[in-house]
């Protein structure tokens, strides 16, 4: 099984440094952003690719046309948050508050609920286990936040491995839960299915990983940004102040139409149900199996 996603968040959204968003959103018209999405739509619709795009509530909002040409090319939208802001730096609260505007921002836009959430930066961690029961309780039927290796910004690295449902205090919830796919390396896990790995690694070892994966019997979940698949322009990255990473990141668009050639990836809720079926109770932070 392969799946394939998106983040769909402008230059500014990043979380390292932490970034105060306030001034870039209220300069930022968006239209640049548009125009990367759209040409990912056209790709997805040459090579007969479906995928699941996690937007910004803020930006349904402020730019309607984001969202209505991921449905109208016939994708699947799915909320990334109201704002790209790090669980952990919310709190329940704040988390719940935020939720409500960009589900009311979806909504305007799909006329219906949305069914898959991603939050931003991988921030579903052991610190912010309590936003699952919150998804839960607003009707999603799946999240797919949870990365099961561990970085400066994020990470589980003893999550499991397949599609599970989170058992939080003994309470097993009903939110499938959906981990990013990683490579198994004897003792190591190795990410390759997207955002910066998918640029440092070599594409013909990110096919041999993502073969062995489904070898294995898992699944791959690619993910990306509209800025991974073309090298972001210089003066955007002169106004974050974002020196090598952000400048050098990017450009990687034959790799990625290889893997749409090679793997035709389908959007999460044309597999929900048979990811469902592989999925048992697993605590977050520490599973088991691959």
């Not at 607003?138 to 599970?164: E, M, T």
């Not at 070892?205 to 090298?231: C, K, M, T, V």
Request: with cysteine; aromatic share 14%.
């Amino acid at each position: 099984m392969n799946l394939l996603t998106f983040d769909i968040e402008d230059w500014y959204h990043i979380n390292y440094p932490p970034t105060d968003f306030t001034r870039y959103d209220r300069e930022e018209d968006h239209q640049a952003l548009l125009k990367r999405l759209q040409d990912i739509l056209t790709l997805c619709r040459e090579f007969g690719a479906r995928g699941t795009f996690f937007v910004l509530g803020r930006l349904l909002e402020k730019c309607p046309r984001l969202g209505e040409a991921i449905l109208t090319a016939g994708q699947e939208l799915a909320l990334h948050g109201y704002e790209h802001h790090l669980l952990r730096d919310q709190g329940p609260d704040r988390f719940q508050h935020d939720l409500e505007r960009a589900i009311r921002a979806y909504e305007a836009v799909a006329g219906k609920q949305p069914l898959g959430f991603r939050a931003p930066s991988w921030s579903v961690g052991k610190d912010s286990f309590w936003a699952l029961p919150i998804l839960e309780a607003f009707g999603f039927a799946y999240d797919a936040s949870v990365f099961p290796i561990k970085n400066f910004l994020y990470g589980l690295p003893r999550a499991p491995l397949r599609p599970f449902f989170p058992r939080l205090a003994g309470q097993r919830l009903r939110l499938l839960e959906i981990p990013v796919s990683v490579f198994i390396w004897g003792s190591q896990r190795l990410p390759y299915s997207g955002g910066i790995y998918f640029n440092l690694w070599p594409l013909a070892l990110i096919r041999y990983f993502s073969r062995r994966r489904l070898e294995q019997g898992g699944y791959n979940l690619f993910y990306f940004h509209p800025w991974d698949l073309w090298a972001r322009p210089r003066e955007l990255t002169r106004r974050l102040k974002a020196r090598w990473l952000q400048l050098h990141l990017g450009d990687t668009r034959k790799k990625f139409e290889q893997i749409l050639i090679r793997f035709r990836p389908r959007a999460i809720a044309d597999e929900l149900a048979s990811l469902k079926e592989q999925a048992g109770p697993a605590d977050p932070a520490g599973g088991h199996g691959d």
